[in-house]
Nanobody
């Protein structure tokens, strides 16, 4: 399985970006897996941003992005999205999408990066002040 993230770029403070992450691979059923978005700023650890269940029925957000970011998915297109609005310089980071390992422990672990098994290559988001 491979993940390909895209949509990053340079935007002014207050602007918006929409990230996409496409999954591909033989015998891989995208709709069976919860998905997460994480980010890593220079000199900082990779942190949880948002997550969505396999069906798309439930979404979860870090406090820092709640009300500004929206995670969604299109299982027919094997794609998960992250709509980011009202961006600030503090949102500057490399953003990663990832596939969660185990639905059975999803509700306890969706925000832990150690429970994600496949990661995309990351896409840079830079917000200027």
């Amino acid at each position: 399985v491979q993940l390909q993230a895209s949509g990053g770029g340079l935007v002014q403070s207050g602007g918006s970006l929409r990230l996409s992450c496409v999954a591909s691979g033989p015998t891989f059923d995208f709709s069976d897996y919860g998905m997460g978005w994480f980010r890593q700023a220079p000199g900082k650890e990779r942190e949880f941003v948002a997550a969505i269940t396999w069906s798309g029925g439930s979404t979860y957000y870090a406090d820092a992005v709640k009300g500004r970011f929206t995670v969604s998915r299109n299982n027919a297109r094997n794609t998960v999205f992250l709509q980011m609005n009202s961006l600030t310089p503090e949102d500057t980071a490399v953003y990663y999408c990832a596939i969660h390992k185990d639905n059975g422990i999803w509700y306890r672990t969706y925000h832990h990066r150690n429970f994600y098994g496949v990661w995309g290559q990351g896409t840079q988001v830079t917000v200027s002040s």
